[in-house]
């Protein structure tokens, strides 16, 4: 099964859990969703990753695409552009603006417990990909992203609660920077992708 059928079925993607992170997260940010449209897109955003050899390679990055389809088809084109660009760098890529969905998205990673979170993205297997990437190693994508101290503390452990505690820190400065639309300086223009 590819990495990104088990992100969907039980990793970080997890088809309900994931949702639920996302819809809680959009309530903090701009009040409680009571569109139903946006529900369905807290669901469909990342269903894309089915069948993705890859989390973060140039495969896994369209996984975006998915949703924004099912959106665009059903509610128009407004839609399908909040799931379209929920990826920042898909954003950063066709020099858009990222979403709404972009930083509840992100926010709710923050918000999960790590306990909840870390056994599913070990299991699922997607955690070694996101490890190996993390802080711009390995000439990621990340690479020239402005990761505070304790981040780069962070990631530098080496481990895997390190790894978590610098990936939500800097998810959690990101979101703050961004959540009132201000335009995204930190995610690198024309950033690569690695197949795993």
């Known amino acids: 099964m590819k990495v990104g059928t088990k992100s969907v079925l039980f990793g970080a993607h997890q088809f309900m859990l994931h949702p639920i992170f996302v819809f809680i997260a959009w309530w903090k940010l701009y009040g409680f969703p009571f569109d139903p449209r946006l529900w369905l897109a807290f669901v469909v955003h990342d269903l894309g990753y089915w069948d993705k050899l890859n989390m973060d390679g140039a495969e896994g990055e369209k996984h975006v695409e998915f949703g924004a389809n099912v959106m665009a088809r059903l509610f128009g084109p407004a839609w399908g552009e909040l799931c379209l ?97 201000k335009w995204d300086t930190w995610t690198p223009v024309g950033a690569k992708t690695h197949d795993y």
Not at 86 to 93: L, Q, V
Not at 94 to 114: H, I, M, N, T, Y
């Open 85 to 181: 660009y929920h990826s920042r760098f898909y954003a950063k890529r066709d020099g858009k603006q990222f979403s709404r969905l972009c930083v509840a998205d992100k926010l709710a990673v923050v918000l999960e417990p790590w306990w909840l979170y870390l056994p599913r993205v070990w299991l699922s297997g997607e955690l070694w990909e996101y490890m190996a990437l993390a802080g711009g190693k390995n000439d990621s994508k990340y690479k020239g992203e402005p990761n505070s101290e304790y981040v780069s503390m962070q990631l530098d452990t080496g481990t895997i609660r390190g790894w978590h505690r610098g990936m939500t820190a800097y998810l959690k400065d990101w979101v703050d920077e961004h959540k009132d639309g």
